[in-house]
């Protein structure tokens, strides 16, 4: 592979460190190196000035608008029509059941105890969700999850003695699809490929199928809360600090919460349920589903288009597609596998990253940060991931660096335009409803969970200042918006709301 002894803001035109390459040799990889760089600059970086993220939230929000009335898929109203008021207490019993890990954790919740509530978890095990475990058939994978429940009940002799004479109050955070029927029911829709149980279980009630799985195991419990992901971070949220109004989580997927009026959606979007009374309740949580929004509106690249194209289910989530962490990752590595053609690395792929989403975040965030003059971190960090004959030079990693900033500044700049456009879609419909829950707060927070939100440099500062600098340039006193981080927020939001169960709301 090249090295070299400097790095110049644009790729270098160097003589060769390796006596068998010509100096025409290398000045025809410099020039092509810098064209697809330059390509990929401008490709990725166009839609990038405030006007146009803010013309792309105008558009998003049309969209929006109309799928309040008639989208099947999205703006879908949940059955919270409260926040919690952070007076909830107690402890209970908390399920988050993803793709890959449940966890199990005791919450507990002490209401004002000290002056500001706090949420915090008294005791969680976490339990991946093996090629064993996706392949039980029947009831048997909530019957292993209720294992996993008993497990953890073990270990804490409070709640374990509690169980012995009244039920224990369960809340689950549930991340596959679902037809919620009521605050703690609803028909399994399906779970996904590799989840061998799903045919037997879809169409079940998960609340019933849970507590049955319970009872055969022995556990006294009471399940009286389901939520998906992105509702529990608004509710964990929402518990310590009420000027919350919407959540985002962001991490491999990407999806939103928000609390909207309830007269801004069609009657025909809650499916014929008895709706409380308007006089006591005037808002509702509502889970947008923005990952599969914006399909017209985002211009995309060459290597988007790819990426759809090869995807097992194309245009199903078109925003998702251009944000989240698996695929912001598989575009810097389709963007490589071209420019090893040019030369990058030699002209040598390293053999595992041909294999598509083989290229982890992590690894981005590293070589994205790193500030040495011979990038050694990231040198070693990539050769450990991506082992190859003749490790990755410092011009390798110099090129690395500037197409993943490419993508990742896209990403924050749409992730910005999603947020300014839900922020805005709720400012208009309190103003034309003239119902306000904000309590006349003159902000809005924004509950934050997820790998690349939460941890990936920068991201959440990059993704702040564009939404202040878009407010500011719209110039229609719009409600400041604060991003704020959360932790462990499936969880224990799934906590909170068996709380506001428990307590009548």
């Known amino acids: 592979m090249l090295a070299t002894t400097q790095l110049l803001p644009t790729l270098p035109i160097l003589p060769s460190p390796k006596a068998h390459l010509s100096e025409h040799v290398v000045h025809d990889y410099a020039r092509s190196m810098d064209a697809l760089l330059r390509e990929v600059q401008v490709s990725f970086e166009s839609q990038l000035p405030i006007e146009t993220l803010l013309s792309l939230s105008q558009k998003l929000q049309a969209e929006l608008r109309e799928n309040l009335v008639s989208s099947p898929q999205s703006m879908l109203p949940s059955h919270n029509y409260i926040l919690p008021t952070g007076k909830e207490r107690g402890t209970y019993l908390a399920l988050e059941v993803g793709g890959s890990t449940l966890r199990v954790a005791l919450v507990d919740l002490d209401g004002r105890k000290n002056g500001k509530p706090t949420l915090k978890i008294r005791r969680s095990e976490n339990s991946p ?75 079940r009630d998960l609340g019933k199928t849970i507590t049955q799985a319970c009872q055969r195991a022995g556990i006294n419990t009471r399940l009286d809360a389901i939520v998906n992901d992105s509702s529990a971070t608004l509710l964990s949220r929402a518990y310590v600090d009420p000027s919350t109004r919407m959540a985002m989580i962001l991490g491999t997927g990407f999806n939103a919460a928000i609390y909207l009026p309830i007269a801004s959606l069609h009657r025909s979007k809650f499916n014929g349920r008895t709706m409380p009374s308007t006089k006591d309740i005037s808002h509702v949580l509502v889970n947008t589903e923005l990952s599969m929004l914006g399909k017209h509106a985002f211009k995309k690249t060459r290597w988007d288009t790819h990426l759809n194209s090869m ?90 660096q500037q197409i993943i900033r490419s993508v990742t500044r896209r990403s924050a700049a749409f992730v910005a335009v999603g947020i300014h456009a839900l922020t805005s879609l709720l400012d208009d419909m309190e103003k034309r409803h003239q119902v306000n829950a904000g309590g006349g707060l003159d902000y809005v927070s924004i509950g934050c969970d997820g790998s690349i939100i939460n941890k990936y440099p920068n991201y959440m500062d990059r993704c702040q200042q564009l939404m202040d600098r878009m407010i500011e340039l719209e110039g229609k006193g719009r409600t400041r918006v604060v991003l704020e981080k959360t932790k462990d927020s499936a969880v224990c939001g799934a906590g909170v709301a068996v709380a506001m169960a428990a307590m009548g709301k």
């Open 311 to 400: 995807h097992i289910m194309p245009d199903y989530q078109p925003l998702e597609y251009l944000v989240a962490g698996g695929y912001i990752s598989e575009l810097v590595r389709l963007i490589m596998v071209e420019a090893t053609e040019s030369g990058l690395f030699g002209g040598v792929m390293p053999p595992t990253m041909i294999t598509p989403y083989s290229l982890d975040a992590r690894l981005l965030a590293t070589i994205e940060t790193d500030t040495s003059r011979s990038f050694s971190a990231s040198r070693k960090a990539f050769q450990e991931q991506h082992p190859c004959s003749t490790p990755p030079s410092p011009l390798d990693i110099y090129f690395s």
């Open 129 to 203: 969700i093996t090629m064993a475990v996706r392949r039980l058939e029947g009831l048997e994978f909530f019957d292993w999850i209720a294992e996993r429940i008993r497990d953890m009940l073990a270990m804490d002799k409070e709640a374990y003695k509690q169980m012995l004479s009244k039920p224990l109050r369960m809340g689950v955070a549930w991340a596959f699809p679902i037809d919620q029927k009521s605050f703690r029911s609803g028909n399994v829709l399906g779970m996904g490929k590799g989840f061998r149980c799903s045919p037997a279980v879809t169409g």
